[in-house]
């Protein structure tokens, strides 16, 4: 597809993604895709995050560091040789704070403008390389937040549409007609069409 495309190409020339749209449009499953299959595995590491609204800074911070090797002092990243891609799904779900800044998106923010974060331990700067940043999200509201321009100007920002509801019909009859394949009788496969129908109508009443 053309969001494929766009994310192998950025990430093979080493540009930050953001890409964002509506939920039900393939955002995260693309990107995983992306990350886990279609780069070269022998070349790239991959770290997946969720964001939620309790999500911390120093949570993220601790998971991103486990996953990280010393390349010498001061200096951190995936193994020798190697390149690591960050996908973080639902980025901008962190909680708001007191100031308006949400913690873990400006702790991944001080890896972009800075190359690295502090030690949480020690306080010295802990340089990070050879890592890219992939993120998802959803528009403002349902309980995701706005991302700073601050932010956002560094990233190469992919926009993805709602589907209409003919797309979204095809898209999940070819998949019940899938799983209606294995095994079912024909008195249940007949009806897939019509599950389809029923479900997009519940959703667009609701």
């Known amino acids: 597809s053309q969001m494929t495309y766009m994310l192998k190409m950025l990430l093979s020339h080493e540009k930050p993604v953001m890409i964002c749209g509506p939920t039900g449009t393939g955002k995260s499953a693309t990107a995983a895709k992306v990350c886990s299959l279609d780069l070269d595995q022998e070349l790239w590491r991959t770290i997946t995050?969720?964001?939620?609204?309790?999500?911390?800074?120093?949570?993220?911070?601790?998971?991103?560091?486990?996953?990280?090797?010393?390349?010498?002092?001061?200096?951190?990243?995936?193994?020798?040789?190697?390149?690591?891609?960050?996908f973080?799904?639902?980025?901008?779900?962190?909680?708001?704070?007191?100031?308006?800044?949400?913690?873990?998106?400006?702790?991944?923010?001080?890896?972009?403008?800075?190359?690295?974060?502090?030690?949480l331990k020690d306080c010295t700067f802990r340089e990070l390389v050879d890592i890219q940043f992939v993120a998802a999200m959803g528009p403002p509201g349902g309980g995701r937040n706005e991302i700073t321009s601050r932010f956002v100007r560094w990233f190469n920002v992919i926009g993805i549409d709602s589907f209409t509801e003919s797309t979204m019909v095809k898209i999940f009859g070819t998949v019940l007609s899938w799983h209606f394949s294995n095994g079912?009788?024909?008195?249940?496969?007949?009806?897939?069409?019509?599950?389809?129908?029923?479900?997009?109508?519940?959703?667009?009443?609701?």
């Open 49 to 86: 995050l969720g964001f939620s609204a309790k999500t911390t800074a120093h949570m993220t911070q601790s998971i991103i560091d486990g996953k990280l090797s010393k390349r010498r002092k001061g200096i951190f990243g995936p193994p020798a040789g190697k390149k690591m891609v960050l």
């Open 88 to 119: 973080v799904d639902d980025f901008s779900m962190p909680e708001v704070e007191t100031y308006g800044a949400q913690p873990p998106v400006e702790l991944i923010r001080q890896h972009v403008d800075n190359g690295g974060w502090y030690d």
């Open 184 to 206: 079912y009788e024909s008195q249940f496969t007949v009806l897939g069409q019509k599950f389809v129908s029923a479900t997009a109508e519940v959703y667009r009443e609701s």
